[in-house]
């Protein structure tokens, strides 16, 4: 491991406050600080990598909440993830572990199979088995896993779920830029509405938009959680599909694809042919809110009456630095009001598929979470994340939605009553 | 320690409050002193007040030494474990109990961290005013045991000027209030004993802290000056004028860099050193006085003049201010920070001798510090890697030491800890650490709370501890002693 | 009876250590202001007169901090360093008695300036103390700040001389206001305590803030800053009904305050700490409870610090003591008794606080054999045991 970030840290703890799994835990070693303390006893051979080690780098969310906060600029971001792959290589994992790992990483990257998957997830719930084995307390006796699992299944609609959009669709009026969109695995199965509104968006504003139908996942999972190999695989794949149409920027909807992507120039850095390929990709890659900001506005946004909770996620505003293009996005549209949120910086507990992996902290961040979101009395959750919409969504009262900015600018650009989400519509109209 | 007593440990607290994995304990074997590390025997992570005296009570009676630990960013090594003894962490107690507007006033647990008592009260307009540089992550626990102060301290005061009383788990599991619901009380101070006394007394589990209303006026402002000794001059005349600053803070040039480097702060970055002034109160009080300030400084020869224009800028100085220390990791790969004070009259005269001491060394050193009250906070800046830490002590010593020498002290606010144990004896004779030995030994009688801190001891510092000096006000007849 | 009277530290030490055999009791007295403070001393075999032991031993005008012995009067103090535009930030009522800051730090007195500045606690930086076996120990030192070892001076404060003689004491020094006014506000109890509430919360920084009952309920209201500041302040602090005082009638209604907390002969006075908000209504009952019995009160209470100083005078002796009680029972061990010519036979301390035995292992580790004050603290210290 590199140990020159180590030496960065003078072990002040102004990260602290900032760590999600300190907050839940008040243990040190579930901290930012003392994770690097251990990964440089670790780097100096003073402890071994074994599974009370691994344990601790297993439960950083990934969120990177401590990087802005730390002032002696420690780049826990490399530090983390060059140390996941070593926990993956040495520490033994118990069979179940395994399994569920293994599970995760063979559902995740792939539409396809995660379609199926939600299908019968739609199914599972449609059919009323849900509500039955949860009378019954089977649920209650899935193992906490599982049970978050199951948790996380969205109420997907059926053409939700099937939707998908052009593989190109031409920018309205003067074109202004070529831009590719990732259109993302789970984000595709999901959050079709969340592909669909982008796309509209975007050539509403005059670009051309390209969207690949490779089934094709940018690796975020795999880099993020330790699987080097795959990761690095996934994000020349990816580089080689979007170089195929020649494009000006290329955005993400999803937080943490984004940050994948802007990270290959850095992954890739010591691979010969792709070294300068991936740095030119990643140099073109923008948050959809980004691009947004950037844009002189062309379309007329209609009203939307509401207040709008804006919930920072991690790989979006820790990772990229992205905080004030999604509440400048959203303050574009009339009649809309931004409210921030206390503990704004606190992870929701989804950061990647932390909240598979360790259910117990991810569930009392999700439930404080929601709390504060709904200390401000908001009519909508908005929130560039997938992962956040997921997990945030359980937590909260019923009758509060939760969309991507996006969405809602794609519904004030095409007037309300145009916007898919019925009960907000509903919500809009009573209001009038 | 045995099994049976780890079990037992267990069975009050539960299982997820006994740490025992040996990766685990290494995590807390140094606080923000990373140069002195002890691996404790356990760490035990209550969440309940009643819990910290049942885990107390277990180590009274089987004599197993504990030391309390609140955010561990102490900087004098205070909560540094014991060998085979027990940390007991007080980050699960973090509730704020209440907040009382009426009395102005907070009760909190001790985990509570110094700037969350602040945003609990702002909706109240009230704020608790101690405000150390650390203070989004520092525990109002640790703030007590240190007696910790921050920028705004000369015009407020201290942590125990803002502190009416404390529940505390006493070295032998039992528990008494100190401090009342005013400042009136009969017998003597027990609670201004305890404040400061760096967790030797016991630990406190609930708090009642006062809160300040806000200034009805703040202005702030920060004057480059060509050298740190005409910055120093300034602020004496300010003081001299009637004038008390609530803050007086420098920076000198190493700093401002790091500072820069880690957030723009709008410090000038071609100026030897930024003097912030801020002034608050009444609004009438603090236009008169802003005003003077400001010729104050332009009589010194001040190079510039940057006054925050709203409350945005003024947060961002004083962030500037607050990250200067981490902020040196980003130029050095270690330093130690230095806390000694001089009488303020002779700042000028120690940042001369700093100067030469740390050329001597050929070490650097960059110098923030509380220029109001004559806190120093010389940065010792080394490189472990170089095989530089040796010289680097050797020096951070040396200027404590000179301080003492001064007239001043060997710590303004960070606490002695381990750190300075050994050069108290510059400081305070046999007889006057004999005499602290005595008030010790009232609160903790079998000597096993935080025990190795504050006072030298043989083990510590070798059998014969530095000599004693006269004190130089004694040596030049001034002050008399037997 | 005979008296130690050292003029020197060294004197002191050695006095008391070669007093131990032969003098084993000894009484620490000053200027005798505070003899009717807290119980009465039981018969000593000798006094330890600090009244000798007077004298700046240095001052630093641009420091502000100054080193005296304990024995000089407070007023002494004060009239050197007016001299460079600077005060001891302390008014206790036995300033003008020539009580010697010794005395005040043993008493843990102040003045209606606790508001703004507390009480010596808070401006006591370094102190000198000479223990029962002539140990002369020093803690703190000549700098604001400073944290260096234990805080003894916080001990002695409030001590009433039976830990040991505070020897020699280094107060911090603030800028003597440049002007100062006192507004005048007719107020009940309840409505001062509002008036006051607003005034700090407004950010006016009102340097005392104290309500005054008997003959007439008012809150004075004192400011000190810049001329120009102060007159603005005064503007914002006069509401309806306000008086803006001259000099002398600021003056006169200062001594009024003042008296209340010295008394006079055959008075009981006594002062108590409780909850800011819980002062009117602890003020109410008393005084409810001093018509029933046929005694008059006259009270101070510094508002925003919850300290309320209670003149008792008239009425039977028994009464007094009755009153006492009754605020032993709301207040427990918050309630100091100033002046006991009024009380007979009740003692003047009520139950124990619950830190009682930290105390007595204080005092049991300071002076193991009760050489000093013997009987100041009545019930609380005569079971004079470790703590464990
Ligand atoms: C970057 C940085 C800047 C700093 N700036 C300042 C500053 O401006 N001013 C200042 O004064 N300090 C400053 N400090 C020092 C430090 O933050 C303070 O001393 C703080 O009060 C320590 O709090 P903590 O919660 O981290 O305590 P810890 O470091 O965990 O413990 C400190 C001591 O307190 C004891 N303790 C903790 N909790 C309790 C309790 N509940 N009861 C009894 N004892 C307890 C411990 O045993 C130990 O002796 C700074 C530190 C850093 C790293
Ligand atoms: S804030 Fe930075 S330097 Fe401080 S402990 Fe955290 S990572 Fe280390
Ligand atoms: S990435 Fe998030 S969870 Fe991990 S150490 Fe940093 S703040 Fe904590």
Redesign the interface.
């Known amino acids: 491991m590199n140990s020159e970030p180590l030496a960065d840290c003078v072990h002040c703890g102004f990260c602290l406050p900032t760590c999600p799994t300190y907050v839940v835990s008040g243990q040190e070693t579930e901290s930012p600080r003392g994770r690097i303390y251990l990964m440089d006893l670790a780097a100096r051979g003073e402890i071994s990598v074994d599974e009370a080690f691994g344990g601790h780098i297993d439960s950083c969310l990934g969120c990177l909440a401590c990087v802005p906060a730390c002032p002696s600029g420690v780049r826990y971001d490399k530090l983390i993830e060059s140390v996941r792959p070593q926990v993956e290589r040495e520490v033994p994992r118990g069979f179940a572990d395994r399994l569920f790992r293994r599970l995760i990483f063979a559902l995740f990257p792939y539409p396809n199979r995660l379609r199926l998957a939600a299908l019968a997830g739609l199914l599972y719930t449609r059919s009323g088995l849900r509500t039955l084995l949860h009378r019954l307390g089977v649920v209650e006796r899935l193992p906490s896993r599982l049970r978050a699992l199951e948790a996380l299944l969205p109420p997907v609609g059926l053409q939700a779920l099937f939707s998908s959009v052009p593989e190109m669709t031409p920018g309205r009026g003067e074109v202004r830029l070529r831009v590719g969109l990732l259109a993302g695995c789970a984000n595709r199965v999901f959050f079709g509405d969340v592909n669909a509104a982008t796309v509209r968006v975007l050539a509403a504003e005059g670009c051309d938009v390209y969207v690949p139908r490779d089934n094709q996942c940018c690796g975020a999972l795999s880099s993020h959680a330790g699987h080097e190999e795959d990761g690095a695989e996934r994000a020349k794949a990816t580089i080689e599909m979007f170089e195929r149409y020649r494009l000006d920027v290329v955005v993400a909807n999803v937080a943490g694809c984004g940050s994948a992507l802007k990270e290959y120039g850095d992954i890739l850095s010591g691979s010969p042919d792709f070294a300068e390929r991936a740095k030119a990709f990643s140099a073109k890659v923008r948050d959809i809110t980004e691009l947004l900001a950037e844009l002189p506005a062309r379309t007329a946004r209609a009203p939307l009456d509401l207040r709008v909770a804006y919930h920072d996620a991690c790989h979006l505003a820790n990772a990229q630095g992205v905080r004030s293009q999604p509440r400048e996005v959203l303050r574009s549209i009339p009649g809309l009001s931004v409210h921030d949120i206390a503990e704004a910086e606190l992870c929701c507990g989804s950061a990647g598929i932390y909240n598979l992996v360790q259910p117990d902290t991810a569930e009392e961040l999700g439930r404080r979470k929601a709390e504060n979101l709904q200390a401000t009395g908001p009519d909508v959750v908005a929130t560039a994340n997938a992962g956040c919409l997921l997990q945030i969504r359980r937590f909260l009262d019923e009758g509060i939605t939760v969309v991507h900015p996006v969405q809602l600018l794609d519904a004030s650009i095409r007037g309300v009553a145009l916007f898919a989400t019925a009960d907000l519509n509903a919500k809009t109209r009573e209001r009038r | 320690m045995t099994g049976d007593v780890r079990a037992e440990f267990v069975a009050a607290l539960g299982a997820d409050a006994v740490l025992a994995d040996p990766v685990e304990l290494r995590a807390y074997e140094c606080d923000g002193l990373t140069g002195f590390r002890v691996v404790p025997a356990l760490v035990l992570l209550p969440r309940t007040a009643a819990a910290v005296a049942d885990a107390v009570r277990i180590c009274a009676r089987e004599r197993i030494p504990f030391v309390a630990r609140g955010a561990g960013t102490g900087l004098s090594g205070g909560a540094l474990p014991v060998a085979n003894g027990v940390v007991i962490s007080l980050q699960r107690l973090r509730s704020i109990i209440e907040v009382d507007p009426v009395n102005r006033r907070a009760v909190v647990e001790p985990g509570v961290t110094n700037l969350d008592i602040s945003r609990a009260a702002a909706p109240h307009g009230l704020y608790f005013a101690p405000d150390p540089s650390s203070q989004q992550v520092c525990t109002i626990g640790g703030n007590i045991a240190e007696n910790s102060g921050g920028a705004h301290c000369l015009k407020y005061g201290f942590t125990v000027h803002h502190v009416l009383s404390a529940d505390v788990v006493l070295p032998d599991g039992t528990t008494a209030v100190l401090g009342a619901d005013s400042p009136h009380l009969g017998g003597y101070d027990l609670l201004g004993a305890f404040i400061g006394s760096e967790g030797t007394l016991g630990i406190a589990t609930r708090i009642t802290v006062k809160l300040l209303p806000k200034p009805a006026a703040v202005r702030t402002l920060v004057a480059d000056f060509p050298s740190v000794e005409q910055a120093g001059d300034a602020v004496t005349s300010i003081i001299a004028a009637g004038i008390v600053p609530a803050a007086a803070e420098m920076m000198d040039a190493v700093a401002i860099e790091a500072v820069q480097a880690a957030l723009d702060a709008g410090y000038s970055r071609d100026t030897a050193a930024a003097l912030i002034v801020e002034l608050d109160g009444p609004q009438a009080e603090v236009d008169i006085q802003f005003a003077e300030v400001r010729q104050l400084c332009q009589n010194h020869g001040t190079t510039n003049i940057r006054v925050a224009g709203d409350e945005h800028e003024r947060a961002l100085v004083w962030k500037g201010r607050k990250a200067a220390f981490a902020a040196v990791g980003r130029i050095s790969p270690d330093y130690i920070v230095q806390d000694g004070v001089v009488p303020r009259t002779l700042l000028a005269t120690a940042l001369t001798r700093i100067g030469e001491l740390a050329a001597a060394a050929g070490l650097r050193v960059s110098n923030v510090f509380h220029a109001g009250d004559g806190n120093l906070h010389p940065l010792v800046l080394y490189s472990e890697a170089a095989g530089e830490l040796e010289r680097a002590e050797e020096l951070s010593r040396a200027i404590a030491e000179l301080c003492v020498d001064l007239g001043g002290s060997l710590s303004g606010e960070h606490g002695i800890g381990t750190d300075k144990a050994c050069s108290m004896p510059r400081q305070f004779s046999e007889d006057d650490l004999a005499t602290m030995a005595l008030l010790r030994a009232a609160y903790d009688t079998d000597g096993i709370c935080n025990p190795g801190k504050v006072l030298p001891t043989p083990r510590l510092c070798g059998e014969k501890p530095g000599v004693h000096r006269p004190h130089p006000l004694e040596a030049a007849g001034l002050i008399e002693r037997t | 009876m005979t008296a130690l009277c050292p003029s020197?530290?060294?004197e002191l030490?050695?006095a008391i250590a070669e007093t131990a055999a032969t003098h084993p009791r000894l009484l620490i007295t000053g200027n005798g202001t505070a003899e009717g403070w807290g119980a009465p001393a039981r018969p000593a075999d000798a006094t330890v007169d600090t009244t000798g032991l007077t004298g700046v031993?240095?001052y630093?005008?641009?420091?502000?901090?100054i080193?005296v012995r304990a024995g000089t009067p407070l007023a002494i103090v004060q009239q050197v360093v007016r001299e460079h535009?600077q005060r001891v930030a302390l008014d206790p009522a036995r300033a003008a008695q020539d009580a010697t800051v010794g005395g005040l730090l043993a008493t843990?007195d102040a003045g209606p300036l606790?508001t703004s500045h507390?009480?010596l606690?808070?401006l006591v930086i370094g102190t000198?103390?000479v223990?029962a076996d002539?140990?002369?120990?020093?803690?703190g030192?000549?700098?604001?700040?400073?944290?260096?070892?234990?805080?003894?001076a916080?001990?002695?404060?409030?001590?009433l001389g039976t830990?040991g003689v505070v020897a020699?004491v280094v107060l911090r020094l603030?800028?003597?206001p440049?002007a100062v006014t006192t507004v005048r506000v007719p107020a009940s109890a309840e409505h001062g305590f509002q008036v006051a509430?607003h005034l700090?919360?407004?950010?006016?920084?009102a340097a005392a803030l104290e309500w005054c009952a008997g003959p007439d309920d008012r809150l004075l209201v004192r400011l000190e800053?810049?001329p120009?500041?102060v007159?603005?302040?005064v503007r914002?602090v006069s509401a309806d009904g306000a008086t803006v005082l001259t000099d002398d009638e600021a003056c006169e209604e200062w001594s009024a305050v003042a008296a209340t907390a010295v008394g006079e002969p055959g008075d009981t006075v006594v002062?108590?700490?409780?909850?800011?908000?819980?002062g009117p209504a602890a003020l109410g009952k008393i005084r409810a409870f001093a018509d029933d019995l046929g005694l008059g009160v006259t009270i101070s209470s510094s508002v925003?610090?919850?300290?309320h100083t209670v003149r008792v005078h008239g009425g039977a002796a028994r009464a007094h003591s009755h009153l006492l009680a009754a605020l032993h029972d709301d207040h427990h061990?918050?309630?100091?008794v100033l002046r006991r010519d009024g009380l007979h036979t009740s003692s003047a301390?009520?139950p124990p606080?619950?830190?009682?035995?930290?105390?007595r292992?204080?005092k049991?580790?300071?002076d193991p054999t009760c050489r000093f004050g013997a009987g100041r603290?009545d019930g609380?210290l005569d079971d004079e045991k470790?703590?464990?």
């Open positions: 020197t530290v060294d030490g050695a031993i240095r630093s005008p641009a420091d502000m901090t080193a535009g843990a606790r507390g009480s606690r808070d000198t103390v223990l002539g140990t002369t120990a020093r803690s030192g000549h700098v604001i700040k400073n944290v260096a070892g234990y805080d003894l916080k001990l002695f404060h409030g001590s830990l020699e603030h800028p003597a440049r509430t700090v919360t407004s950010g006016v920084e800053g810049t120009d500041g007159a603005d302040r914002e002062r108590f700490g409780a909850l800011p908000a819980a925003p610090a919850g300290v061990a918050n309630v100091t301390w009520g606080p619950s830190a009682i035995r930290v105390m292992a204080v049991h580790r300071f603290f609380w470790g703590l464990s």
